[in-house]
């Protein structure tokens, strides 16, 4: 009898705590702001000084040639992704890619990001 009570007590409070989960609780708003749109200026690409940050801070993760490994491949990455995106993903980050905005200048992030976005 005790077991019977006890598993219609454990029955009734699921119930009521999914009932609160579906109707009670307010809606989750989406208070996320937009990103600001990051305008990546045009420069000559030394490919010498973007291979060097490549290596010390991409090959682990995305290869000595671009191919991938942990991280995904980037041989063809500019034909995938702008130039902004590149950037942000570089600067801030996300999805398993640590990010480097504090780790790289600015001109390295800049440098790094005309190179890869030729990468068609």
Same mark, same amino acid.
């Given at each position: 009898?005790?077991?019977?009570?006890?598993?219609?007590? %454990?029955?009734?409070?699921?119930?009521?705590?999914?009932?609160? /989960?579906?109707?009670?609780?307010?809606?989750?708003?989406?208070?996320?702001?937009?990103?600001?749109?990051?305008?990546?200026?045009?420069?000559? %690409?030394?490919?010498?000084?973007?291979?060097?940050?490549?290596?010390?801070?991409? /090959?682990?993760?995305?290869?000595?040639?671009?191919?991938?490994?942990?991280?995904?491949?980037?041989?063809? %990455?500019?034909?995938?992704?702008?130039?902004?995106?590149?950037?942000?993903?570089?600067?801030?980050?996300?999805?398993?890619?640590?990010?480097?905005?504090?780790?790289?200048?600015?001109?390295?992030?800049?440098?790094?990001?005309?190179?890869?976005?030729?990468?068609?």
């Amino acid at each position: 009898m005790y077991k019977k009570l006890m598993a219609g007590l %454990v029955a009734l409070a699921c119930l009521f705590g999914t009932y609160l /989960l579906v109707f009670s609780l307010p809606a989750k708003e989406n208070t996320k702001e937009p990103a600001a749109s990051v305008a990546v200026p045009e420069v000559a %690409v030394d490919a010498d000084a973007a291979m060097e940050i490549y290596q010390a801070s991409c /090959l682990s993760c995305h290869g000595d040639q671009l191919q991938g490994g942990y991280g995904p491949g980037l041989t063809n %990455v500019g034909a995938s992704m702008s130039k902004e995106q590149i950037y942000k993903q570089i600067a801030k980050g996300g999805g398993g890619m640590p990010k480097f905005e504090k780790k790289l200048t600015e001109d390295q992030l800049i440098q790094l990001t005309n190179w890869l976005a030729g990468m068609k």
